[in-house]
C-alpha cells in the first residue's frame, strides 16, 4: 500500500470524572449536536471508542473514558497499560462546579501519573468546564486560581510546561470549539505546510484572511490573517463562523430530511461595505473560507482562482506529501481580477448555500 495512503491513528483519550461534561462536547463536536440537546445524553458506561475520520487519512482513535469512581479505579489498576499506552493527546476535563476539589485533584494526578508512565510524551490539554456557571465577574480569577494548582500537579508528575495546555470551556459559547480546534491542530502532522501553502495563495488573491475549516465537525485546522487583521476585535470570528456554520448545517438537515453529519453546501456568501466573504469547498475533507476587501473584481478573481487552486491542496489529506509550489499556478493561471471584474458573481460557480449532491 501506498505510504501517503496509509491511515494515520492517533489515540486521544478524554477524561474528568463524571458529571464533567465530557459526553456533551464529544457530540457537539463531532456528532453535530446542539447544546440544548446534550441533557438527554446518559452518563458513559466505561469507555466508549470512536474512529473519527479527519483530514483525509487522519483517524482520531477517541476513547471517553467513563468517570464513575468504579471505572477510573480499572483504568488505573487492571486496564492501566491497555488505556495508557500510545497516547498522543489526553484531555482531562474539570468541572469549575464540583463540590469535590480535592479528588477531581486527586483522580486527575492518579490518570496523568498513569499517562507519564506508559506515554510520557503525549500532550495534556486541561480544559475547565462550565464556565458559564461561574459569575462573569469572577471567571478570570477562578480561571487562573484552577490553572495554577493544576499546573503544580503537572510539574510534580513529570509534565513539562510545553506539555500541558489550559482552556476554559462552556458548551453555549465559542469556547468550546477554540479548544478543540488547538487540539486538532496539534495532532495534524503537515500543519506548517499547510499554512505555507494558504499564506501563498492569500499574497496571490490578496485576500485579507483564509480560513480552512474541516468540513464534518466545521472546526478550524488553520487561518492565514494579513495586514491588520490581527487587530480586528472579534478573537473569535473563526470559532463564531464553526457555531454558524453547525446551525447552518442543521438547518439543512431539517428542511432536507437528512442527517446534519451528511448536509453541506457548496459555496456561501456574504457582501457587506466593508468587506465580502466566501466558504467554498477546498478538498474532499475541508473547506476554505477567503475575507476579501469590498471590490467585486477582486472577490469575482478570488473565487475563481480558488477553484483553479483546487488541485494543488489535493495533497492536503494525505500527511506525507507537502503538496506542489502554488506559486507555480500563479504563473500559469492564476487570473486577475482586471480578468474576471467584469464577470457576475452568480456566474462563477454555484451561488447560496444547497446541499452537495
Not at 501519573?113 to 495534556?124: C, D, G, I, T, Y
Not at 495554577?148 to 500537579?153: V, Y
Not at 478570488?302 to 477553484?307: E, G, H, L, S
Amino acid at each position: 500500500m501506498d505510504r501517503s495512503k496509509r491511515q494515520k491513528q492517533r489515540k486521544v483519550l478524554l477524561m474528568g470524572r463524571s458529571g464533567a461534561g465530557k459526553s456533551s462536547m464529544r457530540s457537539i463536536i463531532f456528532s453535530n449536536y446542539v447544546a440544548k440537546d446534550v441533557r438527554r445524553l446518559g452518563a458513559t458506561v466505561d469507555v466508549e471508542h470512536s474512529n473519527i475520520r479527519f483530514m483525509g487519512n487522519l483517524m482520531l482513535n477517541l476513547w471517553d473514558c467513563g468517570g464513575q469512581d468504579s471505572f477510573v479505579e480499572s483504568y488505573l489498576t487492571n486496564q492501566r497499560s491497555h488505556v495508557f499506552t500510545h497516547v498522543a493527546v489526553l484531555i482531562f476535563v474539570f468541572d469549575v462546579s464540583s463540590k469535590e476539589l480535592a479528588s477531581d485533584m486527586l483522580s486527575f494526578a492518579s490518570t496523568i501519573r498513569a499517562l507519564h508512565e506508559f506515554s510520557p510524551n503525549s500532550k495534556v490539554f486541561v480544559l475547565v468546564h462550565k464556565m458559564d456557571l461561574v459569575p462573569t465577574g469572577q471567571k478570570s480569577t477562578v480561571y487562573h486560581e484552577k490553572m495554577k494548582e493544576i499546573r503544580g500537579t503537572c510539574v510534580e508528575e513529570g509534565f513539562v510546561a510545553e506539555q500541558v495546555a489550559f482552556w476554559a470551556t462552556s458548551i453555549w459559547d465559542q469556547s468550546l470549539y477554540k479548544a478543540w480546534t488547538q487540539v486538532i491542530y496539534f495532532l495534524i502532522p503537515n500543519a506548517v505546510a499547510i499554512e505555507n501553502m494558504l499564506g501563498k495563495l492569500a499574497d496571490l488573491l490578496h485576500a485579507k484572511e483564509l480560513i480552512l475549516y474541516e468540513r464534518t465537525t466545521c472546526l478550524v485546522v488553520t487561518h492565514i490573517s494579513r495586514r491588520n487583521e490581527d487587530e480586528n476585535p472579534y478573537a473569535d470570528r473563526f470559532e463564531r463562523i464553526s457555531s454558524i456554520l453547525k446551525t447552518h448545517k442543521h438547518s439543512m438537515a431539517k428542511h432536507t430530511g437528512m442527517m446534519a453529519s451528511e448536509v453541506s453546501f457548496a459555496e456561501m456568501q456574504v457582501k457587506t461595505g466593508s468587506f465580502m466573504f466566501f466558504i467554498t469547498k477546498l478538498t474532499e475533507n475541508t473547506n476554505l473560507a477567503v475575507v476579501m476587501p469590498n471590490n467585486e473584481g477582486a472577490f469575482n478573481a478570488a473565487r475563481v482562482n480558488v477553484q483553479i487552486a483546487k488541485r494543488e491542496f489535493a495533497h492536503l489529506d494525505i500527511m506525507e506529501k507537502k503538496g506542489k509550489d502554488i506559486q507555480r499556478t500563479a504563473k500559469e493561471a492564476v487570473l486577475s481580477e482586471e480578468e474576471v471584474g467584469g464577470v457576475d458573481g452568480g456566474n462563477v460557480g454555484s451561488q447560496g448555500p444547497i446541499s452537495d449532491r
